[in-house]
Protein backbone atom coordinates (compact mmCIF):
# COMPACT_ATOMS: atom_id res chain seq x y z
CA UNK A 1 0.00 0.00 0.00
CA UNK A 2 1.16 3.41 -0.97
CA UNK A 3 2.89 5.35 2.23
CA UNK A 4 0.86 3.02 4.52
CA UNK A 5 1.03 -0.95 5.50
CA UNK A 6 -0.44 -3.08 3.43
CA UNK A 7 -2.54 -6.02 5.57
CA UNK A 8 -4.69 -7.22 2.11
CA UNK A 9 -8.22 -6.54 2.20
CA UNK A 10 -9.23 -10.47 2.26
CA UNK A 11 -8.63 -11.67 5.17
CA UNK A 12 -5.61 -13.58 5.44
CA UNK A 13 -5.53 -17.65 6.74
CA UNK A 14 -4.68 -17.17 10.17
CA UNK A 15 -7.63 -14.76 10.06
CA UNK A 16 -9.68 -16.58 8.19
CA UNK A 17 -9.53 -19.62 11.04
CA UNK A 18 -10.06 -16.84 13.43
CA UNK A 19 -13.30 -16.15 12.16
CA UNK A 20 -14.65 -20.14 11.61
CA UNK A 21 -13.80 -20.59 15.18
CA UNK A 22 -15.58 -17.25 16.00
CA UNK A 23 -18.71 -18.15 13.95
CA UNK A 24 -18.94 -21.42 15.90
CA UNK A 25 -18.19 -19.93 19.36
CA UNK A 26 -20.71 -17.03 18.99
CA UNK A 27 -23.18 -19.64 17.96
CA UNK A 28 -22.81 -21.71 20.68
CA UNK A 29 -23.09 -18.85 23.35
CA UNK A 30 -26.03 -17.06 21.45
CA UNK A 31 -28.30 -19.53 21.21
CA UNK A 32 -31.19 -18.94 24.36
CA UNK A 33 -29.21 -15.52 25.71
CA UNK A 34 -28.60 -12.86 23.52
CA UNK A 35 -26.84 -11.09 26.42
CA UNK A 36 -23.58 -13.19 25.36
CA UNK A 37 -22.98 -10.92 22.47
CA UNK A 38 -19.77 -8.58 22.74
CA UNK A 39 -21.13 -5.09 22.72
CA UNK A 40 -19.17 -4.31 19.63
CA UNK A 41 -16.43 -5.51 17.23
CA UNK A 42 -13.76 -2.76 16.80
CA UNK A 43 -11.00 -2.62 14.55
CA UNK A 44 -8.58 -0.44 12.03
CA UNK A 45 -9.87 1.60 9.46
CA UNK A 46 -7.73 -1.46 7.16
CA UNK A 47 -9.66 -4.17 8.69
CA UNK A 48 -13.43 -2.78 7.92
CA UNK A 49 -14.29 -5.29 6.13
CA UNK A 50 -14.95 -7.08 9.54
CA UNK A 51 -18.26 -4.56 10.21
CA UNK A 52 -19.99 -7.51 7.60
CA UNK A 53 -18.56 -10.02 9.63
CA UNK A 54 -19.90 -8.24 13.22
CA UNK A 55 -23.41 -7.51 11.82
CA UNK A 56 -24.00 -10.97 10.65
CA UNK A 57 -23.92 -12.15 14.38
CA UNK A 58 -26.16 -8.91 14.91
CA UNK A 59 -23.34 -7.03 17.03
CA UNK A 60 -22.36 -3.38 16.26
CA UNK A 61 -18.90 -1.96 14.83
CA UNK A 62 -17.09 0.77 14.74
CA UNK A 63 -13.53 1.59 12.96
CA UNK A 64 -10.81 2.88 15.58
CA UNK A 65 -8.15 5.34 13.94
CA UNK A 66 -5.19 6.13 15.87
CA UNK A 67 -4.77 8.96 13.25
CA UNK A 68 -6.30 12.31 13.43
CA UNK A 69 -9.13 13.70 11.36
CA UNK A 70 -7.75 16.06 9.19
CA UNK A 71 -5.15 13.98 7.85
CA UNK A 72 -6.58 10.63 7.20
CA UNK A 73 -9.54 13.22 5.89
CA UNK A 74 -6.30 14.92 3.58
CA UNK A 75 -4.95 11.14 2.50
CA UNK A 76 -9.06 9.71 2.36
CA UNK A 77 -9.90 12.81 -0.38
CA UNK A 78 -7.17 12.62 -1.97
CA UNK A 79 -7.36 8.97 -3.23
CA UNK A 80 -10.65 9.46 -3.67
CA UNK A 81 -10.90 12.61 -5.66
CA UNK A 82 -7.24 12.33 -7.51
CA UNK A 83 -7.61 16.25 -7.11
CA UNK A 84 -4.51 16.98 -7.98
CA UNK A 85 -4.68 15.31 -11.70
CA UNK A 86 -7.60 17.33 -12.39
CA UNK A 87 -6.78 20.93 -11.23
CA UNK A 88 -3.65 23.74 -11.41
CA UNK A 89 -0.53 21.40 -10.92
CA UNK A 90 0.88 23.81 -8.22
CA UNK A 91 -2.01 23.91 -6.25
CA UNK A 92 -5.24 22.44 -5.69
CA UNK A 93 -8.63 22.39 -3.33
CA UNK A 94 -9.25 18.87 -1.77
CA UNK A 95 -12.99 17.99 -2.01
CA UNK A 96 -15.03 17.89 1.09
CA UNK A 97 -12.65 20.60 3.04
CA UNK A 98 -13.79 23.88 3.17
CA UNK A 99 -13.67 26.55 0.72
CA UNK A 100 -10.77 28.46 0.34
CA UNK A 101 -8.78 25.72 1.77
CA UNK A 102 -6.04 25.10 -0.83
CA UNK A 103 -3.06 21.94 -1.03
CA UNK A 104 0.57 22.44 -2.62
CA UNK A 105 1.45 19.21 -4.72
CA UNK A 106 4.77 19.54 -3.83
CA UNK A 107 3.67 18.93 -0.16
CA UNK A 108 1.31 15.82 -1.00
CA UNK A 109 2.65 12.28 0.11
CA UNK A 110 5.40 11.43 -2.41
CA UNK A 111 3.44 8.29 -3.86
CA UNK A 112 0.55 10.91 -4.43
CA UNK A 113 2.26 13.35 -6.04
CA UNK A 114 2.97 10.42 -9.14
CA UNK A 115 0.00 8.44 -9.10
CA UNK A 116 -1.61 8.71 -12.33
CA UNK A 117 -5.07 6.90 -11.59
CA UNK A 118 -7.43 5.02 -9.04
CA UNK A 119 -6.18 2.90 -6.23
CA UNK A 120 -8.31 -0.08 -6.59
CA UNK A 121 -7.45 -1.27 -2.74
CA UNK A 122 -8.43 2.05 -1.40
CA UNK A 123 -11.44 2.61 -3.46
CA UNK A 124 -12.48 -0.79 -1.50
CA UNK A 125 -11.87 -0.39 1.66
CA UNK A 126 -13.73 3.44 1.68
CA UNK A 127 -16.86 1.77 0.74
CA UNK A 128 -16.03 -0.96 3.42
CA UNK A 129 -15.62 2.31 5.98
CA UNK A 130 -19.47 3.62 4.91
CA UNK A 131 -20.77 0.11 6.49
CA UNK A 132 -19.01 0.87 10.14
CA UNK A 133 -21.76 1.87 12.75
CA UNK A 134 -19.45 4.50 14.19
CA UNK A 135 -16.25 5.78 13.65
CA UNK A 136 -13.06 6.68 16.49
CA UNK A 137 -10.60 8.94 16.36
CA UNK A 138 -7.63 9.81 18.32
CA UNK A 139 -7.52 13.42 18.45
CA UNK A 140 -9.38 16.27 20.08
CA UNK A 141 -13.03 17.98 19.24
CA UNK A 142 -11.40 21.62 20.16
CA UNK A 143 -8.09 20.92 17.96
CA UNK A 144 -9.16 18.67 15.16
CA UNK A 145 -12.21 20.18 14.47
CA UNK A 146 -12.16 20.43 10.48
CA UNK A 147 -11.00 16.93 10.34
CA UNK A 148 -13.40 15.66 12.53
CA UNK A 149 -16.25 17.97 10.34
CA UNK A 150 -15.21 16.31 6.79
CA UNK A 151 -15.95 12.76 8.36
CA UNK A 152 -19.54 13.73 9.92
CA UNK A 153 -20.42 14.97 6.10
CA UNK A 154 -19.13 12.37 4.21
CA UNK A 155 -19.93 9.36 6.16
CA UNK A 156 -23.55 8.21 7.83
CA UNK A 157 -22.30 6.96 11.04
CA UNK A 158 -21.24 8.63 14.32
CA UNK A 159 -17.69 10.37 14.79
CA UNK A 160 -16.44 10.58 17.72
CA UNK A 161 -13.03 11.88 18.78
CA UNK A 162 -11.67 10.51 22.38
CA UNK A 163 -8.03 11.31 22.51
CA UNK A 164 -5.61 11.65 23.02
CA UNK A 165 -4.92 7.99 23.58
CA UNK A 166 -1.02 7.91 24.38
CA UNK A 167 1.66 6.20 26.13
CA UNK A 168 1.89 6.97 29.52
CA UNK A 169 5.28 8.71 30.77
CA UNK A 170 7.64 5.64 32.09
CA UNK A 171 6.36 3.34 29.66
CA UNK A 172 9.14 1.03 28.14
CA UNK A 173 7.30 0.05 25.64
CA UNK A 174 10.15 -0.97 22.41
CA UNK A 175 12.70 -0.12 24.48
CA UNK A 176 13.73 -3.73 25.68
CA UNK A 177 16.09 -4.36 28.40
CA UNK A 178 17.93 -1.13 27.68
CA UNK A 179 14.81 1.44 27.84
CA UNK A 180 15.90 2.31 31.95
CA UNK A 181 19.53 2.24 31.36
CA UNK A 182 18.78 5.22 27.68
CA UNK A 183 16.40 6.84 30.03
CA UNK A 184 18.63 7.81 32.78
CA UNK A 185 21.01 8.81 30.24
CA UNK A 186 18.56 11.29 28.56
CA UNK A 187 17.21 12.69 31.88
CA UNK A 188 20.62 13.21 33.20
CA UNK A 189 21.68 15.21 30.02
CA UNK A 190 18.02 16.84 29.97
CA UNK A 191 19.11 18.07 33.38
CA UNK A 192 21.91 19.91 32.60
CA UNK A 193 20.34 21.91 29.96
CA UNK A 194 18.15 25.32 29.93
CA UNK A 195 14.37 25.67 30.03
CA UNK A 196 13.17 25.85 26.36
CA UNK A 197 16.60 25.38 24.94
CA UNK A 198 16.96 21.79 23.38
CA UNK A 199 15.58 20.85 20.49
CA UNK A 200 14.49 16.81 20.35
CA UNK A 201 14.91 15.49 16.76
CA UNK A 202 12.94 12.36 15.85
CA UNK A 203 11.03 10.23 12.43
CA UNK A 204 9.50 7.98 14.62
CA UNK A 205 10.40 3.48 14.15
CA UNK A 206 9.33 3.70 10.53
CA UNK A 207 11.01 5.76 8.41
CA UNK A 208 13.92 8.03 8.63
CA UNK A 209 15.35 10.55 6.09
CA UNK A 210 17.77 9.74 2.88
CA UNK A 211 21.17 9.42 3.69
CA UNK A 212 22.21 12.56 1.41
CA UNK A 213 19.46 14.44 3.47
CA UNK A 214 21.12 13.06 7.19
CA UNK A 215 24.15 14.43 6.22
CA UNK A 216 22.93 17.90 5.70
CA UNK A 217 20.57 17.36 8.80
CA UNK A 218 23.65 16.61 10.75
CA UNK A 219 25.48 19.99 10.03
CA UNK A 220 22.87 22.36 10.36
CA UNK A 221 22.36 20.86 13.77
CA UNK A 222 26.11 21.41 14.35
CA UNK A 223 26.13 25.00 12.42
CA UNK A 224 23.20 25.82 14.53
CA UNK A 225 24.66 25.76 18.24
CA UNK A 226 21.70 24.72 19.45
CA UNK A 227 21.38 21.79 22.20
CA UNK A 228 19.84 18.68 20.37
CA UNK A 229 18.86 15.49 21.24
CA UNK A 230 18.83 13.04 18.34
CA UNK A 231 17.13 9.37 17.73
CA UNK A 232 19.54 8.47 14.67
CA UNK A 233 18.72 5.41 12.53
CA UNK A 234 20.10 4.41 9.44
CA UNK A 235 18.55 6.80 6.26
CA UNK A 236 16.35 5.26 3.98
CA UNK A 237 18.05 4.04 1.24
CA UNK A 238 21.18 2.39 3.69
CA UNK A 239 22.06 -0.57 4.11
CA UNK A 240 23.65 0.14 7.07
CA UNK A 241 22.01 -0.74 11.21
CA UNK A 242 21.54 1.12 13.86
CA UNK A 243 25.04 0.69 15.43
CA UNK A 244 27.02 1.31 12.38
CA UNK A 245 26.59 5.42 11.83
CA UNK A 246 29.40 5.54 8.84
CA UNK A 247 26.73 7.52 6.91
CA UNK A 248 26.90 10.70 9.36
CA UNK A 249 29.87 13.75 8.55
CA UNK A 250 33.03 12.70 9.61
CA UNK A 251 34.01 12.70 13.07
CA UNK A 252 30.19 14.27 13.64
CA UNK A 253 29.75 11.98 16.83
CA UNK A 254 33.14 13.01 18.44
CA UNK A 255 32.46 16.65 18.20
CA UNK A 256 29.20 16.19 19.55
CA UNK A 257 30.75 14.16 22.27
CA UNK A 258 33.20 16.30 23.24
CA UNK A 259 30.83 19.87 22.75
CA UNK A 260 28.20 18.35 24.95
CA UNK A 261 25.87 19.96 22.62
CA UNK A 262 24.25 17.63 21.59
CA UNK A 263 23.22 13.54 22.52
CA UNK A 264 22.76 10.61 20.11
CA UNK A 265 20.52 7.74 20.53
CA UNK A 266 20.15 4.92 18.49
CA UNK A 267 17.20 2.28 18.16
CA UNK A 268 14.87 3.95 21.11
CA UNK A 269 14.25 6.62 23.07
CA UNK A 270 11.63 7.63 25.98
CA UNK A 271 9.76 10.19 24.08
CA UNK A 272 7.26 10.84 26.59
CA UNK A 273 9.67 11.57 29.26
CA UNK A 274 11.82 13.35 26.80
CA UNK A 275 8.74 15.72 25.08
CA UNK A 276 8.03 16.75 29.07
CA UNK A 277 10.93 17.64 29.80
CA UNK A 278 11.38 21.73 30.87
CA UNK A 279 14.83 21.80 28.40
CA UNK A 280 13.00 20.34 25.22
CA UNK A 281 11.81 24.15 23.35
CA UNK A 282 11.02 22.39 19.89
CA UNK A 283 10.01 18.71 18.57
CA UNK A 284 11.83 18.03 14.74
CA UNK A 285 9.29 15.20 13.82
CA UNK A 286 7.97 13.42 11.17
CA UNK A 287 4.51 14.20 11.82
CA UNK A 288 3.17 10.52 12.61
CA UNK A 289 -0.33 11.12 14.75
CA UNK A 290 0.99 9.78 17.60
CA UNK A 291 4.40 12.11 18.02
CA UNK A 292 2.16 14.89 17.83
CA UNK A 293 -0.49 14.27 20.33
CA UNK A 294 2.96 13.57 22.69
CA UNK A 295 3.94 16.55 21.63
CA UNK A 296 1.30 18.88 21.98
CA UNK A 297 -0.30 17.03 25.20
CA UNK A 298 3.36 18.45 26.53
CA UNK A 299 2.89 21.82 24.89
CA UNK A 300 6.14 21.50 22.67
CA UNK A 301 6.41 23.10 19.32
CA UNK A 302 7.37 21.61 16.10
CA UNK A 303 9.35 22.10 13.02
CA UNK A 304 8.11 19.20 10.68
CA UNK A 305 9.76 16.98 8.21
CA UNK A 306 6.91 14.12 7.21
CA UNK A 307 7.80 11.12 5.45
CA UNK A 308 4.57 9.57 4.10
CA UNK A 309 1.13 8.68 4.55
CA UNK A 310 -1.36 11.62 5.79
CA UNK A 311 1.95 12.75 7.80
CA UNK A 312 2.03 15.82 5.22
CA UNK A 313 -1.60 16.60 6.24
CA UNK A 314 -0.89 16.40 9.50
CA UNK A 315 1.77 19.24 8.85
CA UNK A 316 -0.34 21.25 7.17
CA UNK A 317 -2.93 21.01 10.37
CA UNK A 318 -0.11 22.17 12.67
CA UNK A 319 1.52 25.23 10.35
CA UNK A 320 -2.28 26.21 9.03
CA UNK A 321 -4.74 25.74 11.62
CA UNK A 322 -3.01 25.54 14.85
CA UNK A 323 0.24 27.71 13.74
CA UNK A 324 2.48 25.65 16.10
CA UNK A 325 4.92 24.48 13.53
CA UNK A 326 7.59 25.80 10.74
CA UNK A 327 7.91 23.10 7.62
CA UNK A 328 11.89 21.69 7.18
CA UNK A 329 11.12 19.36 3.67
CA UNK A 330 8.86 16.96 2.60
CA UNK A 331 9.67 13.26 1.85
CA UNK A 332 12.73 11.51 1.55
CA UNK A 333 13.33 12.51 -2.20
CA UNK A 334 13.06 16.74 -1.64
CA UNK A 335 16.72 18.04 -1.79
CA UNK A 336 17.76 19.51 1.68
CA UNK A 337 20.49 21.89 2.33
CA UNK A 338 21.81 22.44 5.66
CA UNK A 339 22.07 26.05 5.64
CA UNK A 340 18.09 26.88 5.05
CA UNK A 341 17.78 23.89 7.84
CA UNK A 342 19.65 26.21 10.02
CA UNK A 343 17.01 29.13 9.15
CA UNK A 344 14.27 27.29 10.23
CA UNK A 345 15.78 25.67 13.52
CA UNK A 346 16.82 29.27 14.39
CA UNK A 347 13.38 30.62 13.83
CA UNK A 348 12.18 28.22 15.99
CA UNK A 349 14.57 28.34 18.47
CA UNK A 350 15.78 31.96 18.97
CA UNK A 351 13.38 34.08 17.49
CA UNK A 352 10.21 36.17 18.90
CA UNK A 353 7.74 34.23 16.13
CA UNK A 354 9.27 31.01 17.63
CA UNK A 355 8.23 31.98 21.22
CA UNK A 356 4.84 33.20 19.57
CA UNK A 357 4.29 29.31 18.75
CA UNK A 358 5.40 28.01 21.64
CA UNK A 359 2.75 30.06 23.75
CA UNK A 360 0.06 28.58 20.95
CA UNK A 361 1.25 24.88 22.01
CA UNK A 362 1.07 25.56 25.22
CA UNK A 363 -2.43 26.69 24.48
CA UNK A 364 -3.08 23.54 23.01
CA UNK A 365 -2.30 21.43 25.81
CA UNK A 366 -4.35 22.92 28.42
CA UNK A 367 -6.95 22.17 25.56
CA UNK A 368 -5.79 18.76 25.74
CA UNK A 369 -5.98 18.49 29.08
CA UNK A 370 -9.37 19.76 29.65
CA UNK A 371 -10.56 17.12 27.22
CA UNK A 372 -10.02 14.62 29.66
CA UNK A 373 -11.32 16.15 32.57
CA UNK A 374 -14.53 14.50 33.88
CA UNK A 375 -16.45 17.22 31.63
CA UNK A 376 -14.21 17.21 29.15
CA UNK A 377 -15.54 16.54 25.41
CA UNK A 378 -13.04 13.28 24.96
CA UNK A 379 -14.79 11.70 28.17
CA UNK A 380 -18.31 12.72 27.28
CA UNK A 381 -17.49 11.64 23.20
CA UNK A 382 -16.63 7.98 25.08
CA UNK A 383 -19.79 7.88 26.91
CA UNK A 384 -21.79 8.93 24.09
CA UNK A 385 -20.50 6.26 22.04
CA UNK A 386 -20.89 3.34 24.83
CA UNK A 387 -24.69 4.84 24.81
CA UNK A 388 -25.10 4.17 21.35
CA UNK A 389 -23.34 0.92 20.86
CA UNK A 390 -25.72 -0.41 24.00
CA UNK A 391 -28.86 0.94 21.67
CA UNK A 392 -27.49 -0.48 18.88
CA UNK A 393 -27.24 -3.72 20.47
CA UNK A 394 -30.68 -3.99 21.30
CA UNK A 395 -32.11 -3.38 17.85
CA UNK A 396 -29.50 -5.95 16.40
CA UNK A 397 -31.18 -9.16 16.20
CA UNK A 398 -28.97 -11.88 17.89
CA UNK A 399 -28.35 -14.25 14.79
CA UNK A 400 -27.86 -18.17 15.30
CA UNK A 401 -25.52 -20.82 13.87
CA UNK A 402 -26.27 -23.88 14.32
CA UNK A 403 -24.23 -25.17 11.38
CA UNK A 404 -21.05 -23.93 11.80
Known amino acids: ?69 YGIAGWHTSWLNLPQLKSNPGEF ?32 M ?64 LNSKPKNSVLYVAFGSQSSPSEAQTIELAKALEASNVDFLWVVRPPSNSLGNDTNTNWLPIGFEERVASSKKGLLLKKWAPQME ?62 VKYEEIVKKIELMMRSEEGNVMRRKAVKVMEIIKNATNDEGSSVKAMDDFLNMMLLRKKLYPAVQYSNV
Open 93 to 124: WLPGFPKGYRFKTKNLPEHLQSVKGPWEFALE
Open 126 to 189: FEDWKKTDAMLFNTIEDVDGTGLTYFREQFPCSVYAVGPIISSTGSKTRGGKEAGVTRNICIKW
Open 1 to 69: MPGFFNPGRQPPDSIQAGDTAWRRDSGREGQGNTEKRPLCVISDMFFAWSADVAHEFGIPHAIFNAGGG
Open 274 to 335: ILSHDSIGAFLSHCGWNSIIEGLSNGVSMLSWPMGAEQPFNAQLLEDEMQVCVGVANGVSSE
